[in-house]
């Protein structure tokens, strides 16, 4: 099993600048792939940014630009830094963690609210 809490949500205005973390712990495995989704109220989840755990970064038409994921394998944390954020911004922030090798497993945090007014 891997947990996931994330951290960091809040209440901004557009413009602004936020960043997310996720802290992971329990069976980490190498190579994994961790990611940031996004579930705006009433529309389904999706993939915001995701980077390898040797560092290889993919991310949505949306964020290019804006956004930047990173992480510290060391302390098993990813980070998303959220810059010009826009009102569509808005909505649940979840960490995702996959094992890239062996039975494939996928974990999901409880996710954090960010809210961004206009």
């Known amino acids: 099993q891997v947990q996931l809490v994330e951290s960091g949500g809040g209440l901004v205005q557009a413009g602004e600048s936020l960043r997310v973390s996720c802290a992971a712990s329990?069976?980490?495995?190498?190579?994994?792939?961790m990611g940031w989704y996004h579930q705006a109220p009433g529309k389904q989840r999706e993939l915001v940014a995701s980077?390898?755990?040797?560092?290889?970064?993919n991310y949505a038409d949306s964020v290019k630009g804006r956004f930047a994921i990173s992480r510290n394998n060391a302390e098993n944390t990813m980070y998303l830094q959220m810059n010009s954020l826009k009102p569509e911004d808005t909505g649940v922030y979840y960490c995702?963690?996959?094992?890239?090798?062996?039975?494939?497993?996928?974990?999901w945090g409880k996710g954090t609210l960010v809210t961004v007014s206009s």
């Open positions: 995702n963690y996959q094992n890239l090798r062996g039975i494939p497993r996928s974990y």
């Open positions: 329990g069976a980490i495995s190498r190579p994994n792939v």
């Open positions: 980077i390898t755990s040797d560092g290889n970064t």
